[in-house]
């Protein structure tokens, strides 16, 4: 965005960047989800609950999304233990009281709603400065096989003759060395870039940018 807006930026460096609307962007990354998860039944039904959450906040619909999370939340509370149930107490009113935060802190964010309607492809359309965008092999969130087209059709729309953008093998999405995209493995993770995405930026900047 800033890129498309200010002259003073003379190239762009990137880091699995989104390039197309927020939505669409969530609604892939929970086809991947559910396509590779080992209890797909259970899988399923959590991706169900989170797309008609999406649809009923791009509605605005906040009452029927404080609904739909009121059941949602009940529904996990009721599957711990009994004495774990017994420790919370009434379970419809913290069902209640959690949809009610949720809504408010997060679907209803300016922040939230911007990223979910937001299409970053009006912005790269815009771009003419050199462009390195790297993707990750890994990557479940802002998933490589939909982002690197998108990016490459805006940038070529905006005319941009100096653009490159790869696809990092071995790395996820926080481009740390690393086998599978698993999420929950990413804090046994070496908490350092990769070396080849240094050594690719590096030499990028080299051959572009004169000090």
């Known amino acids: 965005m800033l890129a498309a807006r200010q002259p003073a930026i003379a190239f762009e460096v990137t880091l699995a960047a989104p390039a197309v609307r927020g939505d669409v962007l969530a609604n892939a990354a929970l086809d991947l989800l559910a396509e590779q998860s080992a209890t797909p039944a259970a899988t399923a039904q959590l991706v169900e609950q989170e ?44 069902a209640k009281e959690q949809a009610a935060i949720e809504v408010r802190t997060v679907y209803q964010n300016p922040r939230f709603a911007f990223n979910l ?21 890994f990557d479940d969130t802002v998933i490589a096989s939909i982002n ?24 996820n999405h926080l481009f740390l060395a690393a086998e599978e995209a698993n ?28 000090v």
């Open 51 to 94: 797309r008609t959450a999406m649809r009923l906040a791009l509605g605005a619909d906040w009452a029927a999304l404080e609904e739909h999370l009121y059941r949602a939340i009940l529904s996990q509370l009721k599957t711990l233990p009994e004495e774990g149930q017994e420790a919370l107490g009434d379970l419809d009113a913290l």
């Open 117 to 137: 309607r937001h299409d970053p492809a009006t912005d790269w359309a815009q771009v003419r400065v050199p462009v390195l965008a790297l993707y990750a092999e």
């Open 148 to 171: 690197q087209p998108a990016l490459e059709t805006a940038l070529a729309k905006a005319n941009n003759g100096d653009v490159t953008v790869s696809l990092v093998a071995g790395v």
């Open 183 to 210: 999420a929950q493995a990413w804090a046994t993770l070496p908490q350092t870039l990769a070396p080849q995405v240094v050594e690719t930026i590096v030499d990028w900047l080299v051959a572009r940018v004169h």
